[in-house]
């Protein structure tokens, strides 16, 4: 009878209890569920769409965007003018990319292999801090730094070093009116911003390098660049390479950094703003952007034979 009374008192509740715990993946099937029709809708959905619209094409006479298949909106990614925005683009992004890990290398190496206690939590903390602030305001303060009135120039004029300054910027390729209107300020602004995104992935993998393979390498007689060649390097390569998926997409889509400090040649993420925007060529733009998606799906495939995807 008191059996009977409790299980009355379950009800609903216990049944369904009982039904979860009998079928565990039921479980999360309907945790999962909610999450990816977002992803699916949201994110997959719209990459759909763009995809779509890049097929598509846009009448020269009329200024409307004609809804029938075609590949000449690709077509015109191959004319001079976009495929130089596609090339100076991807060739920013690989300088920043080996900009980076050179730099971040012996940061991170340091981190992994001497700092200690407090040392390395001024580690993280000098690292992580540029990332709580405003991605805007650093930009802007990098603007004020590069500009002709900025510490650099006034840096350069008390060293005497003014004429090397100009000659830089006197350069066809990199060159412009001042740092903060040119391809040598931009790049400079890209390493800042991305190098955390470097650092972190490579002092992880220089984490797990085992002491005793270095003091190995050294008691085979190896001298320390023959230990960094083949010992070190190679198994700290995976943290580089997944530092290099964010800094390497990270600066291929960015228009902000190139639309404040740069000049009027346009990358990739510009063209794309400027093309939805006031030119109105949605069907371009969405070729555009498609270039960067087929880029990184190579890259990341590589990064993933390299296990990068391993310390990430």
Do not use: C
């Not at 097929?55 to 015109?76: C, K, M, N, R």
């Not at 993280?124 to 500009?147: D, E, G, N, Q, R």
């Not at 391809?183 to 890209?190: D, K, N, P, Q, R």
């Amino acid at each position: 009878m008191t059996a009977a009374v409790a299980e009355r008192q379950r009800g609903i509740g216990g049944a369904i209890s009982d039904l979860f715990f009998a079928r565990p993946q039921l479980v999360t099937f309907l945790l999962l569920t909610p999450p990816l029709l977002w992803i699916g809708v949201v994110y997959i959905g719209s990459l759909f769409a763009l995809l779509l619209q890049s097929f598509y094409s846009l009448d020269d006479f009329s200024g409307l965007v004609v809804h029938e298949f075609t590949l000449a909106t690709y077509e015109q990614l191959f004319e001079a003018s976009n495929a130089q925005i596609i090339l100076r683009t991807v060739t920013m992004a690989a300088l920043v990319t080996v900009a980076s890990a050179i730099i971040a290398f012996p940061i991170a190496y340091y981190a992994a292999r001497y700092a200690r206690g407090w040392t390395k939590a001024l580690f993280y903390l000098a690292v992580m801090m540029p990332l709580w602030s405003s991605y805007l305001v650093k930009v802007y303060a990098w603007k004020l730094i590069l500009a002709k009135e900025g510490i650099i120039t006034w840096f350069a004029n008390e060293l005497h070093l003014r004429w090397l300054l100009d000659g830089i910027l006197a350069l066809p390729v990199v060159g412009g009116p001042s740092l903060s209107f040119s391809y040598i300020g931009t790049f400079l602004v890209f390493v800042y911003i991305w190098l955390p995104y470097m650092i972190l992935p490579t002092q992880a993998a220089l984490e797990r390098v085992p002491a005793n393979f270095i003091e190995a390498s050294a008691d085979l007689g190896a001298d320390p660049r023959q230990t960094f060649r083949t010992v070190i390097f190679p198994l700290a390569l995976p943290g580089i390479v997944a530092g290099s998926i964010f800094t390497f997409s990270l600066t291929l889509g960015d228009y902000i950094i190139p639309q404040i400090v740069g000049n009027s040649r346009l990358m990739i993420g510009q063209a794309v703003y400027t093309l939805q925007g006031t030119a109105g060529n949605i069907p371009l733009a969405a070729a555009f952007t498609v270039v960067p998606m087929l880029i990184m799906a190579i890259y990341l495939w590589m990064a993933k034979r390299m296990g990068a995807f391993n310390v990430l």
